[in-house]
């Protein structure tokens, strides 16, 4: 079939009562600006939830993330780069957060991974995000994939979408939506699958309007109802 943006709007609008509900349930990215004011701590508190929430029910994760932030000292980059094994051993021992060995040593190693981008651009990590055009947001699942600590496949995209920058999520529903459309035959895993799925995502972000995350939704919505 033809993917065009009228369709699929017209799809998922038959899924509410108004105009209202539908644009209500949409998910928002951030502004640049707002993705600026960002410390840098939150972008390392957000990475280590996302690795924490892989694999398991998120739920159980957001539960304990109060106990996280006060466990790790809100996550500032320049002393969560020093963690070492001793530090990781003694977390080990705190009932009061997920223990997993393999998970808490991705935090200083994610750390350091943005003070070297910090370094390397003359700037946060935040702006180097916030800059980041979302006409390629693959590069930059790729880039923190590639330099970041457990952040390949969905991860990197789980990552961005809770500090709120504009990407697409690679659910199952969307990949249906996309194979349906035959922008791929499955699960894109490939950087030329991949790149045709962006530039699908591309194409509607430009005649509709709407950021990744919203077409994104739309997507899920336009195969399960319920999503």
């Given amino acids: 079939m033809n993917l065009t943006y009228q369709w699929l ?103 350091r991974f943005i003070l070297d981008v910090r370094q390397e651009r003359g700037g946060s990590f935040a702006a180097f995000i916030a800059d980041w055009p979302a006409a390629d947001i693959i590069g930059l699942w790729r880039l923190l994939a590639k330099r970041g600590a457990r952040l390949g496949g969905r991860s990197a995209a789980g990552f961005l979408r809770l500090v709120g920058k504009d990407t697409f999520l690679l659910t199952s529903d969307v990949v249906a939506r996309l194979a349906a459309a035959g922008v791929v035959a499955r699960e894109p895993t490939s950087q030329r699958d991949l790149q045709a799925v962006q530039d699908a995502f591309n194409a509607l972000r430009q005649s509709s309007g709407r950021p990744l995350c919203q077409l994104s939704a739309m997507f899920a919505l336009s195969i399960h109802p319920a999503w």
């Fill in 9 to 111: 709007h017209d799809t998922v609008r038959e899924r509410f009562d108004s105009d209202e509900a539908m644009e209500a349930f949409l998910p928002q990215a951030l502004a640049a600006d707002e993705l600026k004011r960002k410390g840098d701590d939150r972008y390392l508190s957000a990475m280590t939830r996302r690795v924490f929430q892989a694999g398991v029910q998120h739920s159980v994760v957001d539960a304990k993330w109060p106990d996280f932030e006060q466990a790790f000292s809100g996550f500032m980059p320049e002393a969560m780069a020093l963690l070492d094994e001793a530090d990781i051993e003694g977390h080990m021992q705190n009932q009061r957060i997920v223990r997993d060995r393999a998970k808490l040593r991705s935090i200083p190693r994610n750390a």
